[in-house]
C-alpha cells in the first residue's frame, strides 16, 4: 500500500515495474516532468492493482503527460484484472496528456467513477486484446472539456453510464488500433452533449461482430449524433435518443 502522501517533481509521480496485489490511494500527484501513474516498463506485468481516490493533475513539463499510463503498446506490458476508481484526473500536460490509457492487452480491468477535466488526449483510452479473459469495463465516469475524444475504445469492453460533455472531437470513439479490431463491445445509457465531432463514432465495424449501441442520450445539436462510418450490419442499435444527424 501506498497512501496519503504528496508527490511532485521528478518524472513518473509513481512507476510501478511487476506488482501484484498493490493499493495506491489517497495520492496527490502534480508538476510532473512526464506521467502520474505508470505501470510500462517492458516485459514486466501489473495485475490485481487498486488505484483509488487519488488526485493526478499538472503533468508533462518535459513528456507525455498522461494521468496513468497502465500496459504498453502491442502488449509489451500488461495490465490486468485491476481496479480504477474514483480519482480526480484534470489540467493535463505534455505533448499528449490522456487521462486513464489501458493499452493493449489489458483483460478483466475496471474503470469507474472516475472524474477527468481537461485532457489532451482522450480522457478514457481503452484497447483491445488477444485471446479469452473476462471483459473490460468502462462505467460511470464524468468527462469533460477534453482536447480530443471524450472515450476512445477498440473492443471487448463495456462502456456504460458516462457522462461526457464538451469534448473536442468525438464523445465515444470506437476503431481498430494496434492489430486489434472492435469486436465484443457494448456501448449503453451513456449521456454525450456537444462533441465538436459526432456524439459517437465507430470506424472498422462492417465485418466485426457482437457491437451493441443501445440507450444513450446523443445530443449534439447542429453536428452527429451518430457516425457508423464503413456501415455496422452486424451490430444492434437500439433505444438511442438524442440530438443531430446520423450516419
Known sequence: TLANFEIKGGSHGVRLGAADHALLEDLVLHDLGDVGISCNRPGQTC???????????????????????????????????????????????????DGIEVKTGASGVIVRDNVVIRAKYPAITMYGYAGSGPQNIVERNYIQTTVDNGIQIVGQVIVRNNIILGAGANGIQSK?????????????????VMSAGPCLKSNDWATAMNQVVANNALYCAGGTAIDLNGGAPNAMISGNVGLGTSN
Not at 54 to 83: C, H, P, Q, V
Not at 176 to 192: G, K, R
Open 47 to 97: 495485475s490485481q492493482l487498486t488505484i483509488r481516490h487519488n488526485e493526478i493533475y499538472d503533468t508533462g513539463k518535459a513528456g507525455t503527460g498522461e494521468g496513468m499510463y497502465l500496459g504498453g503498446n502491442d502488449a509489451t506490458n500488461i495490465f490486468k484484472d485491476s481496479l480504477v476508481e474514483r480519482n480526480y484526473i484534470h489540467d493535463l500536460g505534455g505533448d499528449q496528456g
Open 176 to 192: 481498430a488500433s494496434q492489430a486489434q479490431t472492435p469486436h465484443d463491445l457494448v456501448i449503453a445509457h451513456n449521456t454525450i
